[in-house]
Every structure is written in C-alpha cells, then in structure tokens.
C-alpha cells in the first residue's frame, strides 16, 4: 500500500475526484473557519466546470456570527461562487442546545441542497475532528457505532454528505491557508473549555497524542463496524418485507450475538419509522430485553411483536394516529398518497374505526390494521386502501426492501 501523498490538497482532491467525480453539481458548508474556508477554495479550484454553491448557516447563537456569514459572501463572492445564509429560527429553548443547533444546520442545509439541486453537500470535517471525537466517545461510554470513524459519505435528511478532508490535519490546512495569504474567522467558543470538545482537544494537546494515529484507530474501528454490519446483513437474508411491516425469523434472530440482534432491531425501526437517528442505546436495551422474554414493547413508534416464530415490526397505531399529511403526499413517513379528490384527507384508521373497515376480512393484525392509512371525508371513512379499495387513491410505500438492507448496513 502507497503511502498517502504529503501534499494535504493533493489527498483532498483525491477524495472528491472519488466521492463526488461524477457529480455535476456539488454544495459547501462554510461557516468562515479555516476548516470550511480551506474546503471551499480546494474545491473551486478541483471543480473544473461543475456548478459549486456556498452556504453558511447563521444560527444566531452570538452577535458576531451575522457579520461572519457576510464575511464568508465576500470570500465566496470573489471567488465567483453563489452564497447563500440560511438563518436558524429557534421554536424551542428546550432540550441541547448544541445537538438542537447541529441538527438544524443539517436539515437547513439539506433544505438549500434540494432546492437548488445539488446533488451533495461537502462538510469540513478533518482528522483532527475524528480524534476528538473518538475520545468524546471513548469517555461517554460509546459503542462500537459511536467509535468507528466518522464516514466519508452518508445519507440523511434527503441529502448525501461528504467529508473529503478527514484524511488532512487542521494545522496543514491553516498552513496551506497562510501559504496562499487567505484568512479566516476564528470563533471564540473553539477556545470555551464549557464544551467538551475543546476540553478533549485540550486534553490530546496536552498529553502529545499523535492526531494521525487516533484517526486511525477510529478507521480500524470502523472497519470492525462494517464486519458486523455485514454479519447483521446476513442474518436479516430472510426477513419479510412489505405492506408497511418486518418480519424476521426468530431463530435466525435468537442465535445471532447480542449486537448482531441491536443492529437489526435498530435498523427495523428506523425502517418502520423513517427517523434519521437510531433510538436511544437504553430504550434500544428495553425493548431487546422484552424481545428475549416474549413481551410486546414499543420503541420510538414501533410496536414489535415477538412470537415462537417470528418477530414482527409494525407501526405503533398511536404514533400513526398523531401523524398529518405534508403537501408533497407523504403521510407518517411511511406512505406516498397521491389521487385525493378535494374534501377527502388521510389519517390512521385507528381501533375504533376497525369493525367499520372490516379489517378481519384484509388479513392484516389488529394492529397493523389500525395504524394503516386511512381516506376521509370529515367524519366519514371513505376508504383503507390496504384494507379495501375505493376511490382512486393511489398509495406506495416509501420503503422497500432495499431500504432496510441499507439501514442494516448504515454507520
């Protein structure tokens, strides 16, 4: 094996020309630091004719950060690429505010990248990055998932995510940013020792740990994490898929070691549900537990129903019945309506509603039937298009099969 090029921009072009070579169009996150700025300028000069597009999210968290994301417009303005600030809108002071103001930069930037066709979004995350964050983990007790390398691409939120630069240290980059006179914004919270991050960074600092070889530790993790994906994968080979539902065979299940068996219920559920994050480790740890005892258990909207044969994943009909329709057709994640006539409108059946639709003669469980889609006019059943035909409604699933063997495989 080669040894990797001394030249950090050479290894970063590597990895576009890799991840994203076939790409006619490719958005970057910039929030001004040398990180993002070092991105953006490596993949002007790479991109030889594809459409580039700039974003940086101002999520209005310290009073210079409006200035910043003007600042970032100039350099990415004389750069000749189109930049746009997205502005965070908190609804809630509830909950992290870091992991809320983490995830509203993804789903800010996805919602950019859909509407003007970008066919991905490059992040600046580094080897540096990687380091702290194995040791994060390392010190929260973390599984194997959260050990292993962040990956070069992923999928969420509707959009793919590169990180071309996790093979260049921050400080090449910054020197490889001073080499050609170009500045960027240093943010005061990177000095916070309030953050875990920075204690960690900190931390690696001062006890002179090579930021390379973490990196690479969390690479071999995460070669670990791929093996037993591909181990979950194969125990899931005969699982039923279809009609909303997962059905996998008990012993396959039961036989399998206990991670293999947190893979897949954690891949049935996200496949149920369409969230973008697994549930939580513990509640995850529940509902294994009541597997092993035989017991029904709900986790994050799944109902799972274990028996001697099988182990079944359907939609928990209450999650269901809180779900509305959104304007594109999609309705609780899991179905495409298209066809409603004016008036009619989609909600779950419900198990009030299930002697009405004659749910006993479709075959579906009780409680597959009662979180099925259901057509209303007002207060009146229409129609359940899995139960009974009636008007012309069409109904697809939003997943297949296909869709759970990736979620089985997902980092």
Request: aromatic fraction near 6%.
């Amino acid at each position: 094996m080669s040894a990797p090029h001394p030249d950090p921009v050479a290894r970063i072009r590597a990895n576009l020309d890799r991840l994203a070579g076939d790409m006619p169009a490719i958005g970057i996150a910039v929030s001004g630091g040398g990180d993002s700025v070092a991105l953006m300028h490596v993949i002007r000069d790479w991109a030889a004719g594809r459409r580039v597009m700039v974003a940086t999210v101002d999520h209005g968290l310290r009073p210079e950060s409006p200035a910043e994301a003007k600042q970032v417009s100039q350099w990415a303005k004389a750069l000749d690429l189109p930049h746009a600030v997205l502005k965070w809108q908190r609804e809630s002071e509830a909950g992290n505010l870091m992991a809320n103001a983490r995830d509203a930069r993804l789903r800010l930037l996805a919602g950019w990248a859909q509407r003007n066709g970008l066919a991905a979004v490059a992040l600046g995350h580094t080897a540096d990055d990687q380091a702290e964050t194995l040791m994060m983990r390392l010190g929260r007790g973390s599984g194997i998932d959260g050990l292993a390398a962040m990956a070069e691409w992923r999928d969420a939120f509707g959009t793919r995510w590169l990180r071309p630069m996790l093979t260049a240290g921050r400080a090449e980059l910054r020197d490889w940013l001073r080499a050609r006179e170009v500045g960027w914004i240093d943010d005061p919270s990177n000095e916070n020792e309030d953050f875990d991050r920075i204690r960690f960074r900190r931390a690696i600092e001062g006890l002179g740990l090579d930021v390379a070889a973490l990196a690479r530790a969390a690479a071999h993790i995460g070669e670990a994490r791929d093996a037993l994906s591909h181990y979950a994968a194969l125990a899931a080979r005969d699982a039923l898929i279809g009609r909303g539902r997962i059905v996998l065979p008990r012993q396959a299940f039961s036989t399998s070691p206990p991670e293999i068996r947190r893979r897949l219920v954690v891949a049935a559920c996200r496949w149920i549900t369409g969230a973008d994050y697994p549930p939580r480790r513990a509640a995850t740890m529940h509902g294994l537990q009541a597997i092993a005892s035989g017991n029904r258990v709900t986790l994050d909207g799944t109902l799972i129903e274990p028996s001697a044969s099988e182990i079944r994943f359907v939609r928990e009909p209450a999650a269901a019945l809180r779900a509305a329709a959104q304007e594109d057709g999609i309705w609780d994640n899991r179905w495409r309506i298209s066809g409603l006539e004016d008036g009619l409108r989609v909600s779950a059946l419900g198990p009030d509603n299930l002697t009405l639709a004659r749910w006993r003669q479709s075959g579906l469980p009780r409680d597959e039937a009662a979180a099925s889609p259901a057509i209303w006019r007002g207060d009146a059943l229409v129609a359940v298009p899995l139960l009974r035909p009636g008007p012309p409604v069409e109904i697809q699933p939003l997943r297949g099969a296909a869709e759970f063997r990736r979620m089985v495989m997902a980092h």
